[in-house]
């Protein structure tokens, strides 16, 4: 009776290979099945990175980010991701507007990848991880004309009442040299950009903190300028970076974003984003 688990040719194959001629031929089938094992490790590793690069925004912080007359997302944050974007063959989503505090908060959960802008501090570096830095940003004390004070330090605004916008105050309160009188900082956390304005240039509060740049792009646009001005010495500076969640797949793309950084860089294209923005 024929054996069910053998076949008329099976002879045939087995006296072949007691005569050595399928050696070769097995050698080649097991080179072929390591080569597709490790191309499809390969594979499985560049699946892990994302094909769209979920992106969140600052809408208010020139010039690194705003939105553009038609309320497409501009600035030179978003140029560089589209340059980032092109090289590695990636689908920008850049998502729509929420509070700061909140467009953070998604991001450090893992629900989106990269923050587009953001200045990179200890504390932040717990939840994030940074990008090479692409721009460097002044953190100015902006005052009334005519109610200018010295000031050389955060120490400085200690018994004066000031504002400035959510999500920072902590990080100022860190600058103040004397830990004794931290707690002495006066200083209120106003979402909305025109009350912080209209605060300060109606002598309702000392001071204002803001981004230099972004401080004189917004006091010309409301008007401002010969009323509200910034004090000479800066507050602080800080590296502007992307900010990749510690939980999102992405982080993995920040070897080969940093390169574009650098070479970005290197061709003088980063001081020309920034030239144009300004």
Not at 143 to 168: Q, T, Y
Not at 193 to 222: C, E, P, Q, S, Y
Not at 254 to 272: F, M, S, W, Y
Request: hydrophobic letters at 45%.
């Amino acid at each position: 009776m024929q054996n069910n688990l053998t076949h008329p040719t099976d002879s045939i194959l087995i006296s072949r290979v007691c005569a050595g001629k399928l050696k070769g031929n097995m050698m080649l089938k097991l080179l072929f099945l390591c080569f597709v094992l490790v191309t499809a490790s390969s594979a499985g590793a560049v699946d892990a990175a994302p094909r769209v690069l979920r992106v969140v925004t600052n809408e208010g912080w020139w010039p690194y980010m705003y939105r553009a007359s038609d309320g497409a997302a501009d600035g030179m944050s978003i140029d560089i991701l589209k340059q980032v974007a092109t090289t590695l063959h990636l689908k920008l989503h850049i998502d729509e507007k929420r509070p700061w505090d909140r467009q953070l908060a998604i991001v450090a959960s893992g629900d989106r990848d990269v923050v587009a802008g953001m200045y990179r501090t200890a504390e932040r570096e717990a939840a994030f991880e940074f990008s090479e830095p692409y721009a460097t940003d002044e953190a100015r004390v902006f005052v009334s004309v005519g109610h200018e004070f010295a000031f050389n330090n955060a120490n400085d605004l200690i018994g004066k009442v000031g504002v400035m916008p959510p999500g920072g105050r902590k990080e100022v309160v860190n600058l103040v040299r004397s830990p004794s009188v931290q707690a002495e900082l006066r200083i209120r956390e106003v979402s909305d950009l025109a009350t912080r304005l209209h605060l300060v240039d109606d002598n309702k509060v000392d001071f204002m903190i803001l981004a230099h740049a972004h401080g004189l792009a917004v006091i010309k646009k409301f008007g401002l300028e010969g009323k509200i001005v910034a004090l000479p010495v800066a507050l602080a500076r800080y590296d502007v970076c992307f900010a990749f969640s510690r939980r999102s797949a992405a982080r993995e793309l920040l070897p080969q974003v940093n390169e574009i950084i650098r070479k970005l860089r290197h061709a003088g294209t980063l001081d020309k984003l920034s030239g144009a923005q300004t």
